[in-house]
């Protein structure tokens, strides 16, 4: 018997016992002690959860993107993985659980490549910000792509990060479908916490 099968034996993970943990710390604690981790981050802890993930915050920069995730879950946009439970101190959600993705199969699924992903979606976040031209062929490129157009409303409404979204860790699939699994940074966050 493992460690995680004996810890989850005699003491089974619950979100009750989650939420009893007094702060940040012990909350990360009791999922490293009962839930295979996932994924580490500079803000936030990623842990398995069955067919769904629990993120964990490390500090108020994860709670902050943890909030947005929560936000943008609540609206269920089709290019974001399934917002399943959260907190409302923002400590922790829980998303459906997808599979990693390679950028072949990014290509493939999407008809597009990440750097025409960056391309595009710099472009719509720049023309709000800076108050550029038009650019008619890449507007019609995006108005022509689900994904795409979603991404630039999402960039519209919540201010995200173009940067987290264009490398193929923040992807998953799930049945034939790319997901975006990191999608809490905003411009906001990024200037108050990452911006040296």
């Not at 034996?9 to 990360?28: D, V």
Request: proline fraction near 2%; include cysteine; charged fraction near 30%.
């Amino acid at each position: 018997m493992n460690f995680f099968a004996y810890i989850q034996s005699i003491n089974p993970f619950s979100i009750e016992e989650l939420n009893k943990q007094k702060n940040i710390s012990q909350k990360l604690f009791y999922c490293r002690t009962h839930l295979k981790e996932l994924a580490k981050g500079s803000s936030r802890n990623v842990f398995d959860f069955g067919e769904s993930v629990i993120k964990i915050a490390r500090n108020q920069k994860g709670i902050e993107q943890n909030k947005v995730e929560m936000e943008i879950g609540k609206i269920r946009p089709d290019c974001v993985p399934n917002l399943i439970l959260f907190t409302d101190d923002c400590s922790w959600n829980v998303f459906e659980k997808v599979e990693p993705i390679t950028k072949e199969e990014f290509e493939k699924l999407t008809n597009t490549t990440l750097t025409i992903l960056h391309e595009l979606l710099k472009y719509k976040k720049d023309r709000k910000r800076k108050n550029i031209d038009i650019d008619y062929k890449k507007e019609n490129q995006i108005q022509n792509n689900k994904l795409l157009n979603e991404l630039s409303q999402l960039i519209e409404n919540y201010n995200l990060s173009v940067g987290d979204m264009v490398r193929i860790s923040s992807w998953g699939k799930k049945n034939g479908k790319v997901l975006l699994i990191d999608f809490g940074l905003t411009s906001e966050i990024y200037q108050k916490y990452y911006k040296k």
